[in-house]
């Protein structure tokens, strides 16, 4: 059995309500998964499926009032329960953050050099000279030619594919064991993107670190990642090895995913997902896509299915072993 770096299992997470007498919000109703050190997984899912605030959970981060249940732990220690300079300490060196859009989260008025020692100066980890001198061997390590020269530039005078690349290398600098990547290439070209992703990855396989990788892109997760967890409405629906729920997705929604995109090898025209994405405290008792589901029977609207084995992945699905040949078939359409 892996070795677990991350560890979620059956996440629910309530927000309370704006009007005090209103019920509490669920965001989250069950999310289970692990990253082993060395594998990258994907997290995929539509706007308001619950990926970004299951991010927050990992980073303990959840809104003010928030009430988490089940569990997330890192190395066996739960990440729920950390609190003052552990949970600090946690931030600064175990896990690190690479965001979507990095002019976003790059002061324009502080060279680079500023930002990416920012966070190993301030938590007296490094001295600036010796986090300099790091941040230029990252560098050259993520192919950036010249980093003396960059570090002494500002944001506006670099790419946005550079710029990306400062996002990792800020990330790396605390040699953290567990990167959160939230759509890191998303501002980017195709081009750059298949750059950076290859960049991270190799960061990623030469480091033994884990990567818990956030897109909405099923097609750029299946390709860049070692299993993927595909989320609706705030569930888990799906998670196991990529290259299998790519091949055979045993989840209606899996399956509405792939056939929506469109085909680099075929003419045909993607099939969109009927009705429109709900989030997690719109859904009733029965399983969260029974609404937009073509396979749905009265036991789907009625009784939310709990996940379970089906081969080696799990899947929250009542009929995913009757469905799997329609839902094959479907996804290659």
Do not use: W
């Not at 969109?272 to 997690?280: K, T």
């Amino acid at each position: 059995m892996k070795e677990r770096l991350l560890d979620i299992e059956h996440l629910h997470v309530e927000l309370p309500p704006r009007d005090r007498r209103a019920a509490p919000r669920t965001v989250i109703h069950d999310a289970s998964l692990s990253v082993a050190p060395g594998e990258s997984v994907g997290l995929v899912g539509e706007s308001g499926s619950g990926k970004s605030m299951t991010t927050k959970a990992v980073m303990g981060l959840l809104p003010r009032g928030a009430v988490a249940t089940g569990k997330v732990g890192f190395r066996g220690h739960s990440i729920l329960d950390m609190k003052g300079r552990e949970l600090a300490d946690f931030r600064a060196q175990r896990v690190a953050m690479i965001y979507q859009d990095p002019r976003a989260h790059i002061n324009p008025l502080r060279t680079v050099g500023d930002f990416l020692v920012e966070g190993v100066v301030a938590s007296r980890m490094m001295r600036r000279a010796e986090a300099l001198e790091a941040a230029c061997a990252l560098l050259r390590d993520v192919g950036v030619p010249d980093p003396e020269r960059r570090i002494a530039q500002y944001p506006h005078q670099l790419s946005g594919g550079l710029l990306q690349r400062m996002m990792i290398v800020m990330a790396l600098l605390p040699s953290p064991e567990l990167i959160l990547a939230d759509e890191p290439t998303t501002a980017l070209d195709m081009t750059v993107q298949s750059d950076v992703m290859a960049i991270l990855a190799e960061q990623i396989r030469e480091r033994s670190l884990g990567m818990l990788f956030i897109t909405h892109d099923l097609d750029l997760a299946a390709a860049v990642t070692d299993s993927l967890a595909v989320m609706y409405a705030g569930v888990v629906v799906e998670h196991g090895p990529a290259a299998d729920i790519y091949a055979a997705p045993r989840h209606p929604y899996t399956a509405a995913l792939l056939a929506s995109r469109p085909s680099p090898t075929s003419v045909r025209r993607p099939v969109s997902i009927p009705g429109r994405p709900v989030s997690a405290f719109e859904v009733g008792e029965g399983c969260v896509f029974a609404s937009r589901c073509a396979h749905a029977t009265g036991q789907c609207r009625t009784q939310r299915p709990a996940p379970r084995r089906v081969g080696a992945r799990t899947v929250a699905c009542h009929h995913a072993e009757e469905l799997e040949p329609a839902l094959r078939e479907g996804a290659r359409a």
